[in-house]
Protein backbone atom coordinates (compact mmCIF):
# COMPACT_ATOMS: atom_id res chain seq x y z
CA UNK A 1 0.00 0.00 0.00
CA UNK A 2 1.14 3.79 -1.05
CA UNK A 3 1.70 5.98 1.89
CA UNK A 4 -0.40 9.06 2.48
CA UNK A 5 0.40 12.23 1.71
CA UNK A 6 1.57 15.32 3.59
CA UNK A 7 2.00 18.74 1.82
CA UNK A 8 2.84 21.43 4.22
CA UNK A 9 4.11 24.94 3.92
CA UNK A 10 5.78 27.88 5.73
CA UNK A 11 6.61 31.31 4.58
CA UNK A 12 9.67 32.58 4.35
CA UNK A 13 8.41 36.33 5.41
CA UNK A 14 10.59 36.38 8.95
CA UNK A 15 12.94 34.76 11.22
CA UNK A 16 11.24 31.27 12.36
CA UNK A 17 11.11 31.13 16.10
CA UNK A 18 11.22 27.98 19.13
CA UNK A 19 7.48 28.10 18.63
CA UNK A 20 7.51 27.20 14.66
CA UNK A 21 10.16 24.75 15.50
CA UNK A 22 8.23 23.21 18.14
CA UNK A 23 4.58 23.19 16.93
CA UNK A 24 5.95 22.35 12.99
CA UNK A 25 9.04 21.02 12.28
CA UNK A 26 10.20 19.03 15.26
CA UNK A 27 7.33 17.09 14.52
CA UNK A 28 7.48 16.85 10.31
CA UNK A 29 11.19 14.95 11.21
CA UNK A 30 9.10 11.98 12.29
CA UNK A 31 6.82 12.27 9.81
CA UNK A 32 8.92 12.10 7.17
CA UNK A 33 9.29 7.86 7.79
CA UNK A 34 5.46 7.51 8.10
CA UNK A 35 4.51 9.27 4.99
CA UNK A 36 5.16 10.75 1.89
CA UNK A 37 5.61 14.52 2.36
CA UNK A 38 6.11 17.04 0.50
CA UNK A 39 7.49 21.10 2.62
CA UNK A 40 7.17 23.89 0.44
CA UNK A 41 8.88 27.30 1.10
CA UNK A 42 5.45 29.32 0.11
CA UNK A 43 7.06 32.53 -1.46
CA UNK A 44 4.26 33.17 -3.38
CA UNK A 45 2.18 33.56 -0.28
CA UNK A 46 4.70 36.07 1.05
CA UNK A 47 4.81 38.71 -0.81
CA UNK A 48 1.35 39.18 0.53
CA UNK A 49 2.75 41.60 2.53
CA UNK A 50 5.34 43.78 1.12
CA UNK A 51 9.26 42.07 1.30
CA UNK A 52 12.74 43.65 0.49
CA UNK A 53 13.79 41.86 -2.64
CA UNK A 54 17.11 40.63 -1.76
CA UNK A 55 15.99 40.22 1.76
CA UNK A 56 13.06 37.46 0.25
CA UNK A 57 15.68 35.39 -1.41
CA UNK A 58 18.21 35.33 1.69
CA UNK A 59 15.26 34.26 3.52
CA UNK A 60 14.10 31.29 0.88
CA UNK A 61 17.65 29.87 1.19
CA UNK A 62 17.72 30.37 4.77
CA UNK A 63 14.83 28.87 5.44
CA UNK A 64 15.21 25.80 3.15
CA UNK A 65 18.59 25.56 5.25
CA UNK A 66 16.77 25.59 8.61
CA UNK A 67 14.64 22.43 7.52
CA UNK A 68 17.75 20.42 6.84
CA UNK A 69 19.05 21.59 9.82
CA UNK A 70 15.68 20.78 11.85
CA UNK A 71 16.28 17.31 11.11
CA UNK A 72 14.07 17.02 7.67
CA UNK A 73 15.81 14.68 5.46
CA UNK A 74 15.92 16.20 1.56
CA UNK A 75 16.33 12.20 0.57
CA UNK A 76 13.46 10.84 2.32
CA UNK A 77 11.25 13.52 1.32
CA UNK A 78 10.49 16.82 -1.13
CA UNK A 79 11.56 20.27 -0.15
CA UNK A 80 10.53 23.03 -2.80
CA UNK A 81 10.19 26.61 -3.41
CA UNK A 82 6.43 27.40 -4.34
CA UNK A 83 7.42 29.96 -7.02
CA UNK A 84 9.34 27.08 -8.89
CA UNK A 85 6.06 24.97 -9.37
CA UNK A 86 3.92 27.41 -12.17
CA UNK A 87 1.18 25.19 -11.18
CA UNK A 88 0.15 26.81 -7.80
CA UNK A 89 -0.77 30.21 -9.29
CA UNK A 90 -2.11 28.38 -12.35
CA UNK A 91 -4.28 26.08 -10.05
CA UNK A 92 -4.92 28.96 -7.60
CA UNK A 93 -6.40 31.66 -10.51
CA UNK A 94 -9.21 29.08 -11.26
CA UNK A 95 -10.34 28.28 -8.00
CA UNK A 96 -10.19 32.00 -7.77
CA UNK A 97 -13.22 31.68 -9.70
CA UNK A 98 -14.80 28.74 -7.25
CA UNK A 99 -14.44 30.86 -4.47
CA UNK A 100 -16.82 33.46 -3.04
CA UNK A 101 -16.06 36.74 -1.62
CA UNK A 102 -18.42 36.18 1.35
CA UNK A 103 -16.44 33.13 2.15
CA UNK A 104 -13.35 35.05 2.06
CA UNK A 105 -14.49 37.49 3.94
CA UNK A 106 -15.03 35.64 7.18
CA UNK A 107 -11.57 34.27 7.06
CA UNK A 108 -10.30 35.66 10.43
CA UNK A 109 -6.66 35.89 9.31
CA UNK A 110 -8.05 38.30 6.52
CA UNK A 111 -9.17 40.61 9.13
CA UNK A 112 -6.08 40.22 11.49
CA UNK A 113 -3.88 41.11 8.61
CA UNK A 114 -6.00 43.80 6.84
CA UNK A 115 -6.31 45.87 10.01
CA UNK A 116 -2.57 45.43 10.38
CA UNK A 117 -1.87 46.33 7.27
CA UNK A 118 -4.37 48.73 6.62
CA UNK A 119 -2.03 50.79 4.18
CA UNK A 120 -1.55 47.54 1.95
CA UNK A 121 -5.21 45.74 1.40
CA UNK A 122 -4.38 43.98 -1.57
CA UNK A 123 -6.35 41.59 -3.10
CA UNK A 124 -3.84 38.49 -2.83
CA UNK A 125 -3.68 38.76 0.84
CA UNK A 126 -7.98 38.45 0.06
CA UNK A 127 -6.89 35.27 -1.74
CA UNK A 128 -4.58 33.97 -0.10
CA UNK A 129 -6.65 30.83 1.52
CA UNK A 130 -7.19 30.21 -2.50
CA UNK A 131 -3.58 29.88 -3.50
CA UNK A 132 -3.51 27.66 0.25
CA UNK A 133 -6.24 25.89 -1.47
CA UNK A 134 -4.21 25.19 -4.69
CA UNK A 135 -0.92 23.98 -2.89
CA UNK A 136 -2.63 21.42 -1.12
CA UNK A 137 -5.31 20.56 -3.81
CA UNK A 138 -2.67 20.08 -6.70
CA UNK A 139 -0.94 17.06 -4.83
CA UNK A 140 -3.80 14.93 -3.71
CA UNK A 141 -2.87 15.44 -0.34
CA UNK A 142 -4.55 13.18 2.19
CA UNK A 143 -2.81 14.76 5.29
CA UNK A 144 -2.18 18.64 6.05
CA UNK A 145 -0.23 19.08 9.36
CA UNK A 146 -1.46 22.85 10.39
CA UNK A 147 -1.65 25.03 13.47
CA UNK A 148 -4.71 26.77 15.32
CA UNK A 149 -4.46 29.68 12.99
CA UNK A 150 -4.61 28.19 10.24
CA UNK A 151 -7.93 25.53 10.57
CA UNK A 152 -10.31 27.84 8.91
CA UNK A 153 -7.54 27.91 5.79
CA UNK A 154 -8.05 24.52 5.38
CA UNK A 155 -11.98 24.38 6.14
CA UNK A 156 -12.28 26.67 2.84
CA UNK A 157 -9.66 24.17 1.01
CA UNK A 158 -12.29 21.68 1.60
CA UNK A 159 -15.29 23.74 0.35
CA UNK A 160 -13.64 24.72 -2.57
CA UNK A 161 -12.72 21.17 -3.49
CA UNK A 162 -15.94 19.81 -2.56
CA UNK A 163 -17.55 22.67 -4.93
CA UNK A 164 -15.16 21.88 -7.87
CA UNK A 165 -15.59 17.86 -7.34
CA UNK A 166 -19.82 18.41 -7.04
CA UNK A 167 -19.40 20.29 -10.74
CA UNK A 168 -17.13 17.98 -12.18
CA UNK A 169 -17.03 15.41 -10.68
CA UNK A 170 -13.85 13.75 -8.36
CA UNK A 171 -10.79 15.85 -9.12
CA UNK A 172 -9.68 16.52 -5.87
CA UNK A 173 -8.60 14.11 -2.75
CA UNK A 174 -10.40 15.95 0.49
CA UNK A 175 -7.57 16.76 2.34
CA UNK A 176 -7.87 16.49 6.11
CA UNK A 177 -5.80 18.32 9.08
CA UNK A 178 -3.67 15.88 10.34
CA UNK A 179 -3.72 15.52 14.24
CA UNK A 180 -0.89 13.20 15.50
CA UNK A 181 0.39 13.70 18.72
CA UNK A 182 1.37 17.39 17.33
CA UNK A 183 3.99 19.36 19.33
CA UNK A 184 3.98 22.51 21.57
CA UNK A 185 1.39 25.61 20.88
CA UNK A 186 4.29 28.08 22.13
CA UNK A 187 3.15 31.22 23.30
CA UNK A 188 4.66 34.76 23.56
CA UNK A 189 6.99 34.72 26.65
CA UNK A 190 5.70 38.26 27.85
CA UNK A 191 2.23 37.72 27.03
CA UNK A 192 1.11 33.83 27.17
CA UNK A 193 -2.03 34.77 25.52
CA UNK A 194 -0.46 35.36 22.01
CA UNK A 195 0.93 32.91 20.07
CA UNK A 196 4.65 33.36 20.11
CA UNK A 197 5.46 35.70 17.01
CA UNK A 198 8.84 36.84 15.65
CA UNK A 199 6.71 40.22 15.52
CA UNK A 200 7.40 40.50 19.12
CA UNK A 201 11.15 40.57 20.04
CA UNK A 202 11.32 40.11 23.75
CA UNK A 203 8.38 37.77 23.98
CA UNK A 204 9.91 35.39 21.21
CA UNK A 205 13.30 33.36 20.57
CA UNK A 206 14.46 32.39 16.63
CA UNK A 207 15.64 29.41 16.12
CA UNK A 208 18.80 30.79 15.26
CA UNK A 209 19.24 33.09 17.97
CA UNK A 210 21.98 33.94 19.85
CA UNK A 211 22.44 31.79 22.75
CA UNK A 212 23.11 34.25 25.49
CA UNK A 213 20.02 36.36 23.93
CA UNK A 214 17.75 33.50 24.88
CA UNK A 215 19.22 32.52 28.12
CA UNK A 216 18.01 36.08 28.32
CA UNK A 217 15.24 36.25 27.16
CA UNK A 218 13.79 33.06 29.40
CA UNK A 219 15.26 35.12 32.24
CA UNK A 220 12.87 37.39 32.11
CA UNK A 221 9.64 35.37 30.86
CA UNK A 222 6.97 36.24 32.19
CA UNK A 223 5.87 33.87 35.38
CA UNK A 224 2.91 34.56 38.49
CA UNK A 225 3.41 34.71 41.81
CA UNK A 226 2.08 31.16 43.16
CA UNK A 227 6.06 29.97 43.16
CA UNK A 228 5.47 26.06 42.57
CA UNK A 229 6.39 24.38 39.14
CA UNK A 230 3.13 22.64 37.99
CA UNK A 231 1.01 22.13 35.08
CA UNK A 232 -2.21 23.74 35.80
CA UNK A 233 -5.55 24.66 34.28
CA UNK A 234 -5.24 29.11 34.16
CA UNK A 235 -1.65 29.49 34.59
CA UNK A 236 -0.80 30.68 31.35
CA UNK A 237 2.23 31.67 31.97
CA UNK A 238 3.97 29.11 33.69
CA UNK A 239 2.13 26.36 31.73
CA UNK A 240 3.87 27.65 28.46
CA UNK A 241 7.36 27.43 30.10
CA UNK A 242 6.13 24.20 30.87
CA UNK A 243 5.45 22.90 27.95
CA UNK A 244 8.51 24.46 25.93
CA UNK A 245 10.35 22.36 28.24
CA UNK A 246 8.68 18.96 27.74
CA UNK A 247 8.90 20.00 23.66
CA UNK A 248 12.36 20.13 24.10
CA UNK A 249 13.19 17.16 26.54
CA UNK A 250 10.22 15.23 25.82
CA UNK A 251 9.75 15.12 29.64
CA UNK A 252 5.56 14.87 30.51
CA UNK A 253 4.16 17.42 32.49
CA UNK A 254 4.13 15.16 35.57
CA UNK A 255 8.01 14.63 35.24
CA UNK A 256 8.65 18.23 35.16
CA UNK A 257 6.29 18.76 38.26
CA UNK A 258 8.28 16.29 40.28
CA UNK A 259 11.67 17.31 38.71
CA UNK A 260 10.95 20.77 40.42
CA UNK A 261 9.23 20.01 43.49
CA UNK A 262 10.58 22.43 46.42
CA UNK A 263 12.22 24.59 43.70
CA UNK A 264 11.74 27.77 42.42
CA UNK A 265 11.26 29.28 39.29
CA UNK A 266 14.90 30.15 39.05
CA UNK A 267 16.17 26.61 39.00
CA UNK A 268 13.08 26.09 36.90
CA UNK A 269 14.14 29.23 34.26
CA UNK A 270 17.95 27.88 34.18
CA UNK A 271 17.19 24.33 33.62
CA UNK A 272 14.79 25.63 30.82
CA UNK A 273 17.57 27.73 29.49
CA UNK A 274 19.75 25.49 28.97
CA UNK A 275 17.42 22.77 27.62
CA UNK A 276 16.90 25.13 24.98
CA UNK A 277 20.33 25.79 24.39
CA UNK A 278 21.24 22.07 24.11
CA UNK A 279 18.77 21.69 21.32
CA UNK A 280 19.50 25.02 19.55
CA UNK A 281 22.95 24.62 19.06
CA UNK A 282 23.26 21.53 16.86
CA UNK A 283 20.63 23.20 15.08
CA UNK A 284 22.40 26.41 14.35
CA UNK A 285 25.84 24.72 13.92
CA UNK A 286 24.12 22.54 10.92
CA UNK A 287 22.55 25.75 9.37
CA UNK A 288 25.25 27.78 9.50
CA UNK A 289 27.40 24.32 7.36
CA UNK A 290 24.55 24.28 5.23
CA UNK A 291 24.24 28.05 4.08
CA UNK A 292 27.82 28.04 3.32
CA UNK A 293 27.04 25.59 0.68
CA UNK A 294 24.73 26.80 -1.65
CA UNK A 295 24.96 24.32 -4.12
CA UNK A 296 24.05 21.34 -2.27
CA UNK A 297 20.82 23.41 -1.28
CA UNK A 298 20.11 23.78 -5.14
CA UNK A 299 20.41 20.85 -5.45
CA UNK A 300 17.89 19.72 -2.93
CA UNK A 301 15.28 22.83 -4.29
CA UNK A 302 16.07 21.52 -8.02
CA UNK A 303 15.40 18.49 -7.52
CA UNK A 304 12.29 19.02 -5.25
CA UNK A 305 10.15 21.43 -7.41
CA UNK A 306 10.83 18.75 -10.29
CA UNK A 307 9.72 16.25 -8.47
CA UNK A 308 6.62 18.04 -7.11
CA UNK A 309 5.75 19.72 -10.60
CA UNK A 310 5.67 16.27 -12.15
CA UNK A 311 2.80 15.78 -9.08
CA UNK A 312 1.26 19.21 -9.62
CA UNK A 313 0.60 19.19 -13.80
CA UNK A 314 -0.80 15.59 -13.39
CA UNK A 315 -3.55 17.47 -11.01
CA UNK A 316 -3.48 20.95 -13.55
CA UNK A 317 -4.17 18.57 -16.50
CA UNK A 318 -7.47 16.88 -14.79
CA UNK A 319 -8.14 20.73 -13.84
CA UNK A 320 -7.60 22.24 -17.32
CA UNK A 321 -9.56 19.13 -18.88
CA UNK A 322 -12.58 19.69 -16.64
CA UNK A 323 -13.13 22.89 -17.10
CA UNK A 324 -13.13 22.56 -20.75
CA UNK A 325 -9.32 23.83 -21.86
CA UNK A 326 -8.12 22.95 -24.97
CA UNK A 327 -4.85 21.08 -23.58
CA UNK A 328 -1.52 22.92 -25.11
N1 LIG B 1 -0.70 29.70 5.31
C1 LIG B 1 0.27 28.89 5.97
C2 LIG B 1 0.82 29.66 7.17
O1 LIG B 1 0.94 30.86 7.12
C3 LIG B 1 1.39 28.49 5.07
C4 LIG B 1 0.90 27.65 3.97
C5 LIG B 1 0.77 28.00 2.66
C6 LIG B 1 0.48 26.30 4.08
N2 LIG B 1 0.31 26.95 1.94
C7 LIG B 1 0.11 25.89 2.77
C8 LIG B 1 0.37 25.40 5.16
C9 LIG B 1 -0.39 24.62 2.52
C10 LIG B 1 -0.14 24.13 4.90
C11 LIG B 1 -0.51 23.74 3.60
O2 LIG B 1 1.16 29.06 8.15
Not at 284 to 297: G, R, V
Amino acid sequence: MSKKRIFSGIQPSGALTIGNYLGALKNWVQLVDEYECIFSVVDLHAITVRQDPEELKQRCMALIAQYIACGIDPDKCTIFIQSHVPAHAELAWILNCYTYMGELERMTQFKDKSSRHADNINAGLFTYPVLMAADILLYQTDLVPVGHDQKQHLEICRDIAERFNRIYGPVFKMPEGYIGKMGARVMDLQNPEKKMSKSEPQGSIALLEDPASAVKKIKRAQTDSLGYVKYEEGRLAMNNLISIYGAVTGKTADEIETEFTGKGYGDFKKALAEAVQAELSPIQAKYKELMASPHYLQEVYRKGARYAASIAEETKRKVYEKVGYILG
